[in-house]
């Protein structure tokens, strides 16, 4: 960490057991099984899975993105910095582990090691990973510079060793 970086994530978390809370300043969070919600997946039609993970990725964009908007605001601003806090933030949250490739030309690739989605969804005929594609297109809207579509081309979940995911410039999304 770096003196312009925001402190590690779980040190700024406050537990009001009280309030029954968990929170990051004005940001709440909850700690929820992953196979508990991608257990909800594997109970729809295809069609309907499909449409609510998109939905999912597109909701995690929009509000995830308010998190990255966040550690950038707290001074992480350079494309590299806010990479790093969200490489470590990740597995501070559960999320897997994150290793971000180099920006290449309106690229940015994405690899997640022991995804929570893919792990708590189990064997999956496509990827899974919806919610690490809505925060990756959120970051990487804001490190490209412009709004990012976002593929998983490879997921745990249909028996890659890892999930992989590309960013491309020309997203639609909030940035």
């Known amino acids: ?27 709440r969070y909850l700690i929820l099984r992953p196979d508990g919600l991608m257990g909800m997946f594997g109970r729809m039609s295809p069609e309907t899975r499909v449409q609510a993970l998109a939905a999912l990725a597109a909701s995690i964009e929009e509000h995830g993105g308010g998190s990255a908007r966040k550690y950038r605001d707290m001074g992480a601003a350079a494309p590299e910095a806010l990479l790093t806090v969200i490489a470590g933030t990740a597995p501070q949250l ?22 929570p989605f893919a792990a708590g969804h189990g064997p999956a005929e496509q990827p ?29 979940a249909t028996g890659a060793a890892d999930c992989r995911f590309v960013a491309r410039t020309g997203g639609t999304g909030p940035a």
Not at 134 to 146: D, E, K, P, S
Not at 149 to 154: N, P, S
């Open 94 to 115: 559960g999320w897997g582990r994150w290793h971000f490739g180099q920006v290449e030309g309106g690229r940015l690739d994405l690899m997640v090691g022991n995804s």
């Open 128 to 156: 899974v990973c919806a919610p690490i594609s809505g925060m990756f297109a959120a970051v990487a809207g804001m490190v490209l510079g412009t709004p990012a579509t976002v593929e998983e081309v490879a997921c745990a």
């Open 1 to 27: 960490m770096t003196s312009d970086s925001p402190p590690p994530f779980r040190q700024r978390l406050v537990w009001d057991a009280e309030g029954g809370e968990i929170r990051d300043g004005a940001i």
